[in-house]
């Protein structure tokens, strides 16, 4: 999460169940964070030992997929309101209703002339099923709200063949002020930039071919389809690349483990929580990174853009918060985000301190950043581009201005922060590691062994969730792979189950002496001769 961050304490090994705060003490970011992820985890956990890797409330079940090719010129599917837990995530497709606007000033009559609240002064022009745009009840493929599709890009389409598996995409991320000006406290200042940030929920409804599944041709059978879809689900979700981190090691070390250099700790002039994050996956020669001193939380609100020139709502806080020349920015938005798919970095080359405006070495692409409503920002990295390669680690020429990913060996950060990735891995954009970094130890907090080494550790991030959603199967319409559960209340006894179970007994006291008497007029029974009757002598 990009985030002004001390660090991330949460250790779910650990099994800590609460954070209890203590008089007198300094009260840190990272404990409050802390207790907030212990009860998230717990609560998805049950959740997930209750319901299963996705389902949804019976009666409520959310993400109902339909195909509507009628009338347009591309295929669209209709999202059902509702809600969804995916590995015990909630996520809820129902669609906000639109709120109802006031049509005049509000100081008078309407345009009729009849006051306010009266029909046609100040009431509804539209149902609680859209706006008065005619917005539907329901998502759709084209417009949900975090998926950002584009109709101009051929990879974003519906599949032309038939069948196809639609699934949901689940993951969280970051959203501070500069997103959402709405969590801006307009009352502290100016001088305020923003105050706590936000984790979001963010789900896609996507498209999947048949033929990216291992399943036969005709196969319909549902089990079969959501087998095959975890599989393919679980490849890709499962982490394929692994870091360490440490400070600078002494040279020969080895040798004189007591050998301690000036140079080998952590030389930087204030804590830091330093971020790796992939920008461009694949193998280790396609794979770029990045990296932030500050957890990429540098984050400058754009206000125009005109070319390479970009307006910025503020130049930073100070001047370990601001833009300088040389430094490498990411140009983004809201729809950038949430497609996750990396953009080229730009370098700043000029800065017009009383224009609140800086120059980019390039105008940014992909259309980002043209559309207000999206909120378009840019976000600082502090890696930089060394005039040599010399002799070590990844400080030589950069590529589309992330550095190269380079495994087996320890790369140099800066203030002797070094990384070193595992050899044989496979990177993810968006991937990171995070490193707090120190100066009353001069080190930085990683886990190590036994012998003080580093150990490799996954990626912090981004856990990516998938469920089956439908199997769409165009003119033969679509097979639901959803599942559901049922509430676990039901009706309350009339009696305690002590009263039932006394009332039980009583019943099969009666019904046993009832059948007493019968019993004793059975024939061949001693009691069946008459009375005065003689008995029969030999």
Not at 40 to 47: D, I, N
Not at 199 to 221: I, N
Not at 431 to 438: E, G, K, M, Q, V
Not at 482 to 503: C, D, I, Y
Request: negative net charge; aromatic residues 6%.
């Amino acid at each position: 999460m990009h985030a002004d961050l001390s660090r991330i304490t949460f250790r779910p090994e650990r099994h800590y169940s609460a954070v209890l705060a203590q008089q007198g003490r300094v009260q840190l970011d990272a404990d409050a964070n802390e207790q907030t992820a212990i009860q998230l985890h717990r609560a998805r956990t049950v959740a997930a030992d209750l319901i299963g890797r996705h389902g949804g409330p019976a009666g409520a079940t959310g993400f109902a997929i339909g195909l509507d090719s009628r009338g347009h010129e591309l295929d669209d599917l209709t999202i059902g309101g509702g809600r969804y837990y995916v590995d015990g995530i909630l996520c809820d497709a129902s669609r906000p209703a639109p709120g109802d606007a006031v049509e005049d000033d509000g100081d008078g009559d309407g345009d009729d002339g009849r006051p306010d609240g009266e029909d046609g002064g100040g009431g509804r022009t539209a149902d609680r099923t859209g706006d008065a745009d005619g917005a539907p009840a329901h998502w759709t493929y084209w417009d949900q709200p975090d998926g950002h599709r584009d109709p101009e890009r051929p990879g974003d389409r519906l599949p032309t063949a038939f069948p196809y598996l639609a699934y949901l995409k689940v993951w969280e991320r970051t959203v501070t002020a500069a997103e959402d000006p709405v969590l801006r406290e307009v009352a502290l200042g100016p001088s305020v930039a923003d105050t706590a940030a936000r984790v979001k929920v963010v789900w896609q409804v996507l498209a999947l071919p048949a033929s990216e599944l291992e399943v036969e041709d005709g196969e319909t059978d549902k089990d079969t389809l959501r087998t095959a879809f975890h599989r393919w689900a679980d490849e890709r979700s499962a982490s394929k690349s692994r870091m360490a981190a440490r400070s600078r090691r002494p040279e020969r070390a080895d040798e004189d483990p007591c050998l301690l250099r000036p140079d080998a700790r952590y030389r930087g002039p204030e804590n830091q929580l330093y971020r790796v994050e992939v920008h461009e996956g694949g193998t280790t020669d396609e794979a770029t990174f990045k990296w932030s001193r500050e957890n990429g939380s540098v984050v400058l609100p754009v206000d125009g853009l005109d070319g390479t020139w970009v307006e910025l709502a503020t130049l930073g806080e100070d001047g370990r918060l601001d833009l300088n020349t040389g430094d490498w920015v990411e140009f983004a938005d809201t729809a950038y985000t949430s497609r996750g798919e990396p953009l080229p970095l730009l370098r700043v080359e000029e800065v017009d301190l009383p224009g609140r405006r800086v120059r980019l070495s390039g105008e940014p692409g992909g259309g980002v950043g043209r559309r207000p409503g999206l909120h378009p920002y840019l976000r600082r990295w502090d890696h930089r581009e060394a005039p040599g390669r010399g002799g070590r680690g990844a400080r030589g020429r950069l590529r589309g201005g992330a550095a190269r990913v380079e495994e087996g060996r320890w790369l140099p950060l800066e203030d002797g922060v070094e990384v070193y990735f595992e050899p044989g891995g496979a990177y993810r954009p968006g991937d990171h590691w995070l490193i707090p970094a120190r100066t009353a130890t001069g080190a930085v907090e990683w886990p190590v062994n036994a012998a003080r080494k580093p150990l490799l550790r996954a990626p912090a991030g981004v856990r990516v969730h998938h469920a089956p959603l439908a199997w769409v199967m165009g003119e033969h319409g679509v097979s639901d792979l959803r599942l559901s559960f049922r509430h676990l209340a039901g009706p309350v006894p009339s009696a305690t189950e002590e009263e039932l179970a006394a009332e039980a007994r009583a019943e099969a006291e009666e019904e046993a002496a009832a059948r007493a008497p019968a019993a004793q007029g059975e024939p061949g029974s001693e009691t069946d001769t008459a009375p005065g009757t003689p008995e029969r002598s030999e």
